[in-house]
């Protein structure tokens, strides 16, 4: 399976929509191993366009902190899970932790009060 994981500073990005970039972690289910990671950097910020973008690229699960509702339900149209919520650490350590059934969460929402942009 491949999850994606938006990282602002090389760790979870409080806002999934304005990461620096997105580490995209291959794993095998069954032995709960993380295979490969590797790290791009996302197309610039359209509201709606990383759902599609990150199916294309083969994603079947996001791990995010803050993410809006309708970007939940546009993942959920694009067929890829999400677990919003994280706490922040390391894409590695939240992967294993996904992989191990120990991913504990927060809030799964943003709550950033924005002027200019909106989550949703």
């Not at 938006?6 to 295979?35: N, V, W, Y």
């Amino acid at each position: 399976m491949k999850i994606a994981i938006p990282l602002t500073g090389g760790r979870l990005s409080a806002h999934f929509g304005h990461c620096e970039q997105f580490a995209l972690i291959e794993a095998d289910l069954a032995s709960k191993q993380i295979l490969t990671q590797t790290r791009v950097a996302p197309p610039p910020h359209e509201p709606g366009l990383l759902p599609r973008w990150l199916y294309l690229q083969g994603v079947q699960t996001v791990i995010a902190g803050g993410m809006g509702r309708r970007a939940l339900d546009l993942f959920a149209q694009n067929g890829i899970a999400v677990h919003a919520g994280a706490i922040d650490d390391a894409p590695e350590k939240l992967a294993q932790a996904f992989l191990n059934g120990t991913l504990s969460g927060g809030t799964p929402t943003c709550g950033h009060d924005h002027k200019h942009t909106h989550c949703s």
